[in-house]
């Protein structure tokens, strides 16, 4: 197997990280697969920055209540404060010391979808992202659980609606459909018996959780061939022990990590027995992902296209281009189709090939266009690039060989240019 080349660990950095900063590359650089894998997952306590000044909870909903006014001025303070909080995030996944944490926060991000267009309460919202980034390398069973109880999933699924004598399916049909199985691992009579088994789950006046044995009802259901009368988190407990359910979470990180492809499903296989032994430990799927022959396959290189995110904020913490306000770059992602706390549906962002299309080709070749401009900000760029060689710098910012020309005209930053506005550099 040998030992990693730069462009092998390159390619790690790229697809776990937020971009490819030189050091990272350059440190994993000789290591073994094993030994680069261990390192980069090695753990860390992930730090969540103080949240910007938020409304209580309690102050939002009393307002909202309200006719006229009071409603108006709750839907005012709500888009400032989502605004403040987008940028709140953004700050963060280019200032954070653990990018691959911060990346697997993005990612439940994407998996337990919430919005801030539906839940109308950025404080949970805020709460929920902590949630996540807090959990987003440990335990998949734990993460799982704690993300049925949040407050701001409840009020985004309708969960906080699902009382006895009028179930609300909602959130049944996603912890089934797009959190653990699938569709095609259950039917319409689990989803019936699993909202049963929640009602009663819900939300507080300060925004907490809250059970009430009031609105839950304790009838007998049947569930995946089962029956009994079911709390919620033996719902939840029922769906872990399906092997599915870890072969659907290895599936999503080979979407995340390795191809947009059809998964192989041999691998899949092989992943979700290890993350299902380990008891839904993420660590474990993550390193059986990374030290995989698939991760490392030549054909599945340089095929993956950057979201947004890995665009912007991988671009500017890769490179020392001049940083660009926070409200801008919150405005770009939103542009390039990545608006950070409110994806598109319920099943977040379809990624891979639906993140470019007419209008947000236009607006990655104007952003790459502005960061790579000459101006006397950008000349002090060159002092800061690596002490390398011109070769050197290619595989370190494209996956790939360049498709374009590079310059005739010798100079680093000329050639950085030319490699950012190459069509390889949209890809990792």
């Known amino acids: 197997m040998g030992r990693l080349s730069f462009s092998d660990t390159r390619h790690l950095v790229s697809r776990t990280a937020l971009g490819q900063q030189w050091g990272g590359v350059k440190a994993l650089e000789g290591k073994t697969r094993a030994e680069a894998v261990k390192i980069l997952l ?4 992930p730090k969540t920055p103080p949240p910007p000044r938020l409304t209580p909870y309690a102050n939002m909903q009393r307002m909202s209540m309200q006719n006229g006014s009071g409603k108006k001025q709750a839907r005012r303070i709500m888009m400032r404060e989502s605004t403040i909080l987008k940028r709140w995030w953004m700050v963060h996944l280019l200032q954070n010391k653990t990018p691959v944490n911060e990346r697997m926060t993005l990612f439940w991000h994407n998996h337990f979808t919430s919005s801030l267009e539906k839940v109308e309460q950025p404080k949970l919202m805020y709460s929920q992202n902590k949630l996540l980034r807090d959990n987003a390398m440990g335990n998949f069973r734990t993460l799982l659980h704690k993300i049925a109880r949040d407050p701001a999933m409840l009020i985004y699924l309708d969960g906080s609606e699902n009382v006895k004598g009028s179930p609300n399916e909602n959130f049944a049909r996603e912890l089934l459909e797009l959190f653990t199985l699938g569709r095609g691992h259950y039917n319409e009579n689990d989803i019936k018996a699993a909202a049963i088994a929640f009602t009663g789950w819900g939300v507080d006046r300060h925004g907490n959780y809250v059970y009430d044995a009031k609105k839950h009802d304790f ?4 569930f995946m061939g089962r029956k009994g009368k079911f709390t919620g988190d033996q719902i939840i407990d ?29 691998f899949i296989k092989t992943w979700g027995a290890a993350f299902k032994k380990s008891n839904y430990n993420i660590n474990t799927l993550y390193s059986s992902v990374l030290n995989s022959e698939a991760f490392w396959s030549p054909k599945y290189r340089g095929t993956i296209v950057k979201s947004p995110i890995d665009l912007l904020v991988g671009t500017l913490r890769s490179l020392p281009f001049p940083k660009l306000p926070d409200t801008e770059l919150v405005h770009i992602s939103q542009l390039l189709g990545q608006d950070l706390f409110d994806p598109p549906t319920v099943k977040g962002w379809a990624g891979g090939n639906n993140w470019i299309d007419t209008q947000t080709l236009l607006v990655r070749t104007s952003l790459l266009n502005k960061l790579t401009r000459h101006s006397q900000a950008s000349a002090k760029m060159q002092s800061y690039l690596p002490k390398t060689s011109g070769e050197q710098v290619i595989k370190w910012l494209l996956p790939l060989s ?15 240019r030319a490699l950012m506005l190459d069509p390889v550099f949209q890809l990792k």
Not at 42 to 45: N, Q, Y
Not at 257 to 262: D, E, I, K
Request: glycine share 2%; aromatic share 8%.
């Open 219 to 222: 009838r007998p259901v049947t």
């Open 238 to 266: 029922i769906i872990l022990e399906k092997p599915r359910t870890a072969e659907y979470i290895a599936e999503k990180f080979w979407h995340e990590f390795v191809s947009n492809a059809r998964p192989d499903p041999r």
């Open 402 to 416: 360049p498709v374009l020309p590079l310059p005739s005209t010798p100079g680093k930053r000329r050639m950085v």
């Open 42 to 45: 090695s753990p860390v306590v």
